[in-house]
């Protein structure tokens, strides 16, 4: 990352993941916690969301990402880091970009959780079988 590039951080979350995002115009080079993009997510489905803001905007390859992203699995962790590179490119043009993102509902926190275990049954919805006698 070159140090006269502008800085655009930003953090998202989805599930129990929290992702925070450096961003920097440049090449399209993606590092997640110190790995290369590709080896991070195998898979085209969880790169193509990682990478769902740019295209929406049409800015693939136009900026570097630096991403720190923790908890969760690999499908919560691109939802996060989707939602933080959203959030940084409003602070690049938010005038143009805030109506195309939020069309495409790239703007909204996926507040979907687990629910938590209860006391008295084995889950969180679950229950004990019931006998009568």
Same mark, same amino acid.
Do not use: C
């Given at each position: 990352? !070159? ?11 989805? =599930? ?8 920097? $115009?440049?090449?399209? $080079? ?18 193509? $969301?990682? &990478?769902? +803001? ?7 390859? =136009? ?8 908890? !969760? ?16 490119? &409003? ?7 805030? +109506? ?6 790239l ?8 629910e ?11 229950r ?6």
């Open positions: 990352m !070159s140090s006269t590039a502008t800085l655009h951080t930003a953090t998202g979350r989805r =599930k129990t993941a929290v992702a925070r995002v450096w961003m920097t $115009e440049g090449t399209g $080079e993606i590092e997640i916690n110190g790995l290369a993009f590709e080896e991070y997510f195998p898979t085209i489905q969880l790169q193509n $969301e990682v &990478l769902r +803001p740019f295209q929406e905007v049409n800015l693939v390859n =136009k900026f570097d990402l630096k991403v720190v992203v923790k908890g !969760s699995g690999h499908q919560g962790q691109s939802g996060a880091i989707k939602l933080a590179v959203s959030r940084a490119l &409003l602070l690049v043009n938010e005038e143009e970009f805030r +109506p195309i993102l939020k069309a495409a509902g703007l909204t926190r996926d507040s979907r959780m687990k938590r275990k209860k006391p008295g049954q084995p889950g969180a919805r679950k004990f079988q019931f006998s009568k006698r």
